[in-house]
């Protein structure tokens, strides 16, 4: 059966915002050292002991933001450990992830990271174990131009100018790990820490509050109503609001039925419930958008296997996660006027990694192609995309039957280019697509498709190219065009409007 696709490109929803393809780094597995840092002393070919092959990766895919150092690990981070003479550097225990910190990667490591793959840095500061001082004086190293102990040190460091940080996380998952707040506790805290963090540089700050976890808004809810209320005007400024979400899990990262592909591609579009109920939460307090709602940790999270655990959540990443990376970007895309950021979690040899390292070797993950597909979409304007077809019937977890959309996706507009991102979510049927652009005709540009003929099928390291996009033929029939879309796929179609 054909399946219809339609563009509306007089329906606007609003400017994706590049931040939504961010992405986020934490001192956990081998995310930070052997995924970014070997060590300037190491065989690995590197610059100033940040990987090479690793930094050649990431520019291809135009990261636009990353948030460090975590994740649980930034509430007991405290930076003034990772300043200065690495050899010089304390080691300390990583409380939240069973390891030993040893510090060789911190502000200035990580800020010239930023800068070699061409992301602006968001730094998540200690609430749980630090201070306001300490929050405060991280962002005079980092912004300040003038002449204080601080940015004598920074200078001495090797870095006389600031670095000009934007992006400021004030806690990280403080009804957990941050700090176990309520939500409104949390907001006196928010206050008091955001008092202190004054735009002290040439960058003006952005501040991003800990938002809550899923679709529950108690968190949010309490956090608002003590946040809006004040003795005395000037309300300590708030830019952001970060939620988090992982998808449920269903079978292992390897290892799963039919239906556990479904359950798992169900779990990750709940995505699109967090979004709408926690924006709507928040209109009730901010009903003009002033304060945007991020992501900012998002993604699969699979049970462990033991045979295949190189590190801490370290996990394989199959087209399955590339379809789950897929039906989120898109859900951003789609909700343009609604979300700001998003950052997947995590960048490198964590959970659902774009680039997965073993030593020397490195691979680039199905998830990694998705976001190359999807780079087109950043900055353009999204169009309202309607996706008419057929419903797959699986069982759930609980032993019912449900059922989810086949086809999925987004559009967007920059100039005259249309970029439409499709999702097959069947694990065993391709399908037929018409596309059509409501006003004008489709000139294509360029296709492409990710897929495999296996619902389990990844990029090993004895086979690192074993998926990744190839050509999509499509066919143009009057003023749409026509294209067969395997199963278990992701595709691009780039087109100009006549």
């Given at each position: 059966?054909?399946?219809?696709?339609?563009?509306?490109?007089?329906?606007?929803?609003?400017?994706?915002?590049?931040?939504?393809?961010?992405?986020?780094?934490?001192?956990?597995?081998?995310?930070?050292?052997?995924?970014?840092?070997?060590?300037?002393?190491?065989?690995?070919?590197?610059q100033?002991?940040?990987?090479?092959?690793?930094?050649?990766?990431?520019?291809?895919?135009?990261?636009?933001?990353?948030?460090?150092?975590?994740?649980?690990?930034?509430?007991d981070?405290?930076?003034?450990?990772?300043?200065?003479?690495?050899?010089?550097?304390?080691?300390?225990?990583?409380?939240?992830?069973?390891?030993?910190?040893?510090?060789?990667?911190?502000?200035?490591?990580?800020?010239?990271f930023?800068?070699m793959?061409?992301?602006?840095?968001?730094?998540?500061?200690?609430?749980?174990?630090?201070?306001?001082?300490?929050?405060?004086?991280?962002?005079?190293?980092?912004?300040?131009?003038?002449?204080?102990?601080?940015?004598?040190?920074?200078?001495?460091?090797?870095?006389?100018?600031?670095?000009?940080?934007?992006?400021w996380?004030?806690?990280?998952?403080n009804?957990?790990a941050?700090?176990?707040?309520?939500?409104?506790?949390?907001?006196?805290?928010?206050?008091?820490?955001?008092?202190?963090?004054?735009?002290?540089?040439?960058?003006?700050?952005?501040?991003?509050?800990?938002?809550?976890?899923?679709?529950?808004?108690?968190?949010?809810?309490s956090?608002?109503?003590?946040?809006?209320?004040?003795?005395?005007?000037?309300?300590?400024?708030?830019?952001?609001?970060?939620?988090?979400?992982?998808?449920?899990?269903?079978?292992?990262?390897?290892?799963?039925?039919?239906?556990?592909?479904?359950?798992?591609?169900?779990?990750?579009?709940?995505?699109?419930?967090?979004?709408?109920i926690?924006?709507?939460?928040?209109?009730?307090?901010?009903?003009?958008?002033?304060?945007?709602?991020?992501?900012?940790?998002?993604?699969?999270?699979?049970?462990?296997?033991?045979?295949h655990?190189?590190?801490?959540?370290?996990?394989?990443?199959?087209?399955?996660?590339?379809?789950?990376?897929?039906?989120?970007?898109?859900?951003?895309?789609?909700?343009?006027?609604?979300?700001v950021?998003?950052?997947?979690?995590?960048?490198?040899?964590?959970?659902?990694?774009?680039?997965?390292?073993?030593?020397?070797?490195?691979?680039?993950?199905?998830?990694?192609?998705?976001?190359?597909?999807?780079?087109?979409?950043?900055?353009?304007?999204?169009?309202?995309?309607?996706?008419?077809?057929?419903?797959?019937?699986?069982?759930?977890?609980?032993?019912?039957?449900?059922?989810?959309?086949?086809?999925?996706?987004s559009?967007?507009?920059?100039?005259?280019?249309?970029?439409?991102?499709?999702?097959?979510?069947?694990?065993?049927?391709?399908?037929?697509?018409?596309?059509?652009?409501?006003?004008?005709?489709l000139?294509?540009?360029?296709?492409?498709?990710?897929?495999?003929?296996?619902?389990?099928?990844?990029?090993?390291?004895?086979?690192?190219?074993?998926?990744?996009?190839?050509?999509?033929?499509?066919?143009?029939?009057?003023?749409?065009?026509?294209?067969?879309?395997?199963?278990a796929?992701?595709?691009?179609?780039?087109?100009?409007?006549?």
């Open positions: 059966m054909t399946q219809r696709v339609t563009v509306v490109p007089a329906d606007r929803i609003g400017t994706i915002n590049p931040n939504l393809y961010g992405h986020f780094s934490e001192h956990l597995g081998t995310c930070i050292y052997e995924g970014i840092w070997v060590g300037e002393d190491s065989a690995i070919p590197n100033a002991g940040i990987r090479l092959d690793v930094v050649n990766a990431l520019r291809r895919i135009h990261p636009p933001v990353l948030r460090w150092p975590g994740g649980n690990f930034a509430d981070y405290h930076w003034q450990d990772g300043i200065g003479p690495r050899d010089r550097r304390p080691t300390r225990l990583n409380l939240w992830w069973d390891a030993v910190e040893p510090n060789q990667f911190g502000t200035h490591e990580f800020i010239t930023c800068r793959i061409g992301a602006q840095p968001y730094l998540c500061g200690n609430v749980g174990s630090g201070s306001p001082r300490e929050l405060r004086e991280w962002v005079e190293y980092c912004n300040y131009g003038g002449d204080t102990t601080l940015t004598r040190t920074r200078a001495a460091n090797g870095s006389p100018e600031p670095f000009g940080v934007r992006y996380g004030v806690g990280n998952e009804w957990a941050g700090g176990s707040f309520e939500g409104g506790d949390y907001a006196v805290e928010y206050k008091r820490f955001a008092t202190f963090l004054q735009d002290i540089g040439k960058v003006p700050l952005t501040l991003i509050a800990c938002g809550a976890y899923g679709s529950d808004t108690s968190w949010t809810r956090f608002f109503e003590k946040y809006t209320r004040t003795p005395f005007p000037g309300v300590p400024r708030l830019h952001g609001f970060g939620v988090h979400y992982y998808c449920g899990t269903a079978g292992n990262a390897i290892e799963y039925t039919t239906d556990q592909w479904y359950q798992l591609l169900a779990a990750g579009a709940e995505i699109e419930k967090v979004v709408t926690q924006r709507a939460a928040m209109d009730a307090y901010d009903p003009q958008r002033k304060i945007g709602l991020i992501i900012d940790e998002w993604g699969a999270w699979h049970p462990t296997d033991e045979a655990h190189r590190a801490h959540l370290w996990q394989q990443n199959t087209m399955r996660d590339a379809l789950i990376a897929a039906q989120t970007l898109d859900t951003f895309n789609r909700h343009a006027d609604k979300v950021m998003s950052n997947i979690a995590q960048m490198i040899n964590v959970l659902q990694s774009m680039i997965l390292t073993d030593g020397p070797r490195m691979l680039t993950t199905p998830t990694y192609h998705v976001y190359d597909l999807y780079q087109a979409h950043q900055g353009g304007q999204a169009l309202r995309l309607v996706c008419e077809g057929d419903m797959i019937s699986y069982c759930n977890k609980q032993g019912e039957d449900a059922e989810l959309a086949q086809l999925s996706g559009a967007s507009l920059k100039g005259d280019m249309l970029t439409i991102s499709l999702v097959n979510a069947s694990a065993e049927a391709g399908c037929t697509v018409a596309l059509n652009c409501v006003g004008g005709e000139i294509v540009e360029g296709a492409q498709v990710l897929a495999s003929g296996d619902i389990h099928a990844y990029n090993s390291f004895d086979a690192p190219d074993a998926v990744k996009p190839r050509a999509l033929a499509v066919t143009p029939v009057g003023d749409a065009i026509e294209l067969e879309l395997p199963a796929s992701v595709a691009r179609i780039q087109a100009k409007l006549a």
